[in-house]
């Protein structure tokens, strides 16, 4: 199965572009890896930060809708695998 798991990911608009998401993510990673994991995926609004992800080589593993009170949201599950030598 899938070992990790984040559920959210946001990286407020004054703080994009300088490479702090990067760094967030490869912390992440990092844990991840450390924990033994070899895979993990991320839940996303659709197209949200779509191209950063697929950068860090996902995949898309679903899609889906969810309800948030009167509004419609699509969602997607990006599918990550851990390589075995990363340090």
Same mark, same amino acid.
């Given at each position: +199965?899938?070992? +990790?798991?984040i !559920?959210? $990911?946001?990286? %407020? ?5 300088? +490479? %702090?998401?990067? #760094? ?5 990673? #990092?844990?991840?890896?450390?924990? +033994?994991?070899? &895979? $993990? !995926?991320? &839940?996303?609004?659709?197209?949200? /930060?779509?191209? @950063? @992800?697929?950068? =860090? *080589?996902?995949?898309l593993?679903?899609? /889906? *809708?969810?309800? %948030?009170? *009167? =509004? /419609? !949201?699509?969602e997607?599950?990006? !599918? @990550? ?7």
């Amino acid at each position: +199965g899938i070992e +990790g798991e984040i !559920y959210d $990911f946001y990286i %407020l608009k004054k703080y994009r572009n300088i +490479g %702090l998401g990067q #760094k967030l993510f490869d912390t992440v990673v #990092k844990d991840f890896h450390n924990r +033994g994991y070899s &895979c $993990f !995926y991320i &839940c996303v609004f659709k197209g949200a /930060s779509k191209k @950063f @992800f697929l950068r =860090n *080589s996902a995949k898309l593993l679903k899609e /889906s *809708s969810i309800e %948030l009170g *009167s =509004n /419609s !949201y699509e969602e997607e599950y990006l !599918y @990550f695998e851990l390589s075995q030598d990363r340090e």
